[in-house]
């Protein structure tokens, strides 16, 4: 850290030879690295053949109105997109890029700098972390090193390469730092996110280019930006998959031709302020489970709806995008430590990790948000006619919702009727009776913990209470 402070004070604040040699070196680092990593950043160009009929469809669902030119009714039409890659092995041939750029496509073309150009094949892809492998038959290419995305810190100078807008644009090289780690919930709640936020310009095109560290190494794969509006271009919130996901992603895709993932088996929501003062703990990262899946990992281990996941495999966890990835990330067969809160003690479980079936269930439960108004439920015991009402399964208990005032918390909260309230805070609850007793027990913190079920979705909701 001292001696980069000295370095760029002695470019600012030197006058004369020492300043401009300073200075030159500075942009000597910057020119040596785009030179290197040029020739293994590839333009990758895809054609679709679309039927006239299925683009009729789109037009008329985009537009509104029956648009279709004479004579196409039984022909087609072809289409291509534009979108960056990153040269990885040059003996094998692999190249990296995007899922969204190679998804549904019927050919791929990679133009290199020299201008050569070959047809790709698709290794594989994973749309859960938006990546795919792709494979040249060349000679004479040149790869990018990846590098270690763990040991990357804010405020550290990268360089973008990709292809913005048009072919014609190929090569471009744009700078900045990295303005933020860990982000998540960009492209989607379903996806595998821990995206290196940075300011460097990326623009459509760059997607699957290369993000590089001042070593020359790959540190990101570019894939989508923050325009704050309507117009798709750059606003200096850009976003990259980091390398070490990329690599246990590209290394599963070679080898089995699909990414292993490991499985937890609960569904999980952000620790708030708000929800973290209504479990009386101190802590705000974790994951908070909303539920746990029947006959998962997580069930035989004995984690409970309520618990607080904070640390997983001696790691750890700052919140539940954190954790998803952790738990991905690890070995199928291992077995592995979490630590949990209940009820405000710390315990240490042994979960037996398996692998990830083919429908994910494990998922983040967005947070409903909450209104500083009276709570606004009526609730009434379950039985057999509010089940079958209602649609209610046998073995679930609680009490559910039958009418819910349009201004109050639980209006605004998203509770509607038919929803099951299995829990105030971390206490199950049998009867209506129980409700209002650990409401009127929670009202020392201005607001109460709800557990709820949705037909199969669980969640917690933090309501404020009116005072």
């Keep these: 850290m001292k001696k980069t402070v000295l370095f760029f004070w002695t470019i600012l604040a030197c006058n004369g030879t020492i300043g401009s040699a300073a200075q030159h070196q500075f942009q000597q680092v910057f020119a040596d690295v785009a030179e290197k990593a040029n020739p293994a950043v590839v333009t990758i160009v895809t054609d679709k053949v679309i039927k006239m009929d299925e683009f009729h469809k789109e037009f008329e669902e985009y537009f509104g109105w029956n648009f279709m030119p004479p004579g196409t009714n039984n022909g087609e039409r072809r289409t291509n997109a534009l979108g960056s890659g990153v040269i990885v092995d040059s003996e094998k041939g692999y190249v990296l890029t995007n899922n969204h750029v190679v998804e549904d496509t019927d050919e791929i073309t990679i133009r290199l700098l020299d201008k050569r150009e070959f047809q790709a094949q698709v290794i594989g892809t994973d749309p859960a972390s938006d990546l795919a492998v792709l494979q040249i038959n060349a000679e004479n290419i040149s790869s990018i090193p990846l590098g270690n995305s763990d040991q990357i810190r804010v405020g550290e ?59 020359g ?61 209504a479990l009386e703990i101190d802590t705000r990262n974790g994951a908070l489970v909303g539920d746990v899946v029947d006959g998962s990992p997580a ?36 077995k ?49 006619s509010l089940r079958d009402r209602y649609g209610i399964k046998r073995g679930i208990k609680g009490v559910v919702v039958t009418s819910v005032l349009q201004n109050s918390a639980g209006g605004r909260a998203g509770i509607r009727a038919g929803d099951v309230i299995t829990r105030v805070g971390t206490r199950k609850i049998s009867n209506a009776k129980d409700f209002d007793s650990l409401v009127n027990k929670a009202e020392k913190n201005d607001m109460v913990l709800l557990h709820l079920r949705s037909g199969d979705v669980a969640r917690f909701l933090t309501l404020q209470l009116d005072k």
Excluded: C
């Design 157 to 215: 100078w990268v360089i973008a390469v990709g292809s913005p807008f048009s072919p014609n644009l190929s090569h471009t090289v744009t700078v900045g730092i990295i303005s933020a780690l860990g982000r998540s919930n960009i492209i989607g709640n379903n996806k595998y996110e821990d995206f290196i936020q940075t300011d460097a310009a990326i623009n459509p095109g760059n997607s699957g280019g290369a993000l590089l560290n001042l070593d």
């Design 217 to 277: 190494e790959l540190v990101g794969i570019n894939t989508a930006i923050a325009t704050g509006g309507f117009e798709r271009a750059n606003r200096g919130v850009g976003f990259a998959i980091p390398s070490n996901m990329v690599k246990n992603v590209m290394d599963d895709l070679i080898q089995k031709g699909y990414v292993q993932r490991a499985w937890l088996g609960v569904y999980i929501q952000d620790l708030d302020d708000a929800t973290a003062r």
């Design 299 to 334: 069930e035989k281990a004995g984690i409970e709806t309520g618990d607080v996941i904070i640390r997983f495999n001696h790691m750890d966890i700052r919140d539940p995008s954190h954790l998803k990835n952790v738990v991905s990330s690890s070995n199928p067969a291992e």
């Design 336 to 384: 592995v430590n979490v630590d949990i809160l209940r009820n405000g003690r710390n315990k240490s479980v042994l979960v037996n990790l398996e692998e990830l079936p083919e429908q994910n269930n494990m998922a983040s439960v967005p947070t409903a948000k909450t209104d500083e108004s009276g709570l606004g439920l009526r609730v009434q015991n379950l039985n057999a």
